[in-house]
């Protein structure tokens, strides 16, 4: 089971901070990421990280602006989301390409 959390309304510039609790699996064994879907628009694969945490993944979209990571002892996965766009706006869920969560929404505006 993976459950997201922190979304939320900002303005275009504002940041926050996304976490996502694992359970059920062995979260330290597994590479994870966080994903996006806007409205109308195909899945965006915009972060990546590896089992250990030593390797990342962005797109050009994000690059810069969206930093991921996890703690292990925690079974958590993090996403902090600065210089926030409206192109931003999207369901973000956090998915481990077995399973994906439910989703925690960011509107900005």
């Known amino acids: 089971q993976l459950v997201e959390s922190g979304g939320d309304s900002v303005q275009a510039g504002g940041s926050l901070r996304f976490s996502c609790v694992a359970s059920?699996?062995?979260?330290?064994?597994?590479?994870m990421r966080w994903v996006r879907q806007a409205p109308g628009k195909r899945d965006e694969w915009i972060s990546g990280?590896?089992?250990?945490?030593?390797?990342?993944y962005y797109p050009d979209s994000v690059k810069g602006r969206f930093t991921i990571s996890r703690d292990n002892a925690k079974n958590t996965l993090y996403l902090e989301l600065n210089s926030l766009k409206t192109e931003d706006t999207a369901m973000y869920y956090c998915?481990?390409?077995?399973?994906r969560g439910q989703g925690t929404q960011v509107t900005v505006s």
């Open positions: 998915d481990n390409w077995e399973n």
């Open positions: 059920g699996f062995t979260f330290s064994t597994y590479a």
């Open positions: 990280i590896s089992a250990s945490g030593g390797t990342t």
